[in-house]
């Protein structure tokens, strides 16, 4: 058995009350192979980023669970079976917190990258402005000598 996190967008003509009933519905192919539903978190209605079917908002849930391969193979077959479903996406919780840990990862050396940046351009204009502020120095010494 393995940790698995499912996310859910739902089509939003679909009245919020009957969420929870119709996800329970899919989820009892989880508990009728033995596995278990350890949360389910319905966030409600959002705006989705691109258009899906010519809708802009979709009802988003999260459910995570307990349970075999077999059993999500089902599972996410019978979610894309349901037209009140728009988009499902199934993760092993392992992969999930190494995709987190991979982002903050290529975050983190992005932000590095660019501080590097910004530090050599920050010497480069640096150089000049030492350079031009050495030369009237230079300049007065040459006179005195």
Known sequence: MHQY???VILDPEIDERTVA???DKFLNVIRNDGGTVDKVDIWGRRRL????NKKSEGIYAVVDFTAESKTTDELDRQLNLSEAVMRTKVLRAEEAIA??????KAQEAKAAKKAAAQ??????AAAP???????PAAASAK???
């Not at 980023?49 to 899906?52: D, F, N, R």
């Open 5 to 7: 996190e499912l996310m």
């Open 21 to 23: 009933p119709s996800l």
């Open 49 to 52: 980023a691109y258009e899906i």
């Open 99 to 104: 995709q987190v840990a991979a982002h903050a």
């Open 119 to 124: 530090a050599k351009a920050g010497a480069k």
């Open 129 to 135: 402005a030492a350079a031009v502020a050495a030369a």
């Open 143 to 145: 006179k005195d000598a």
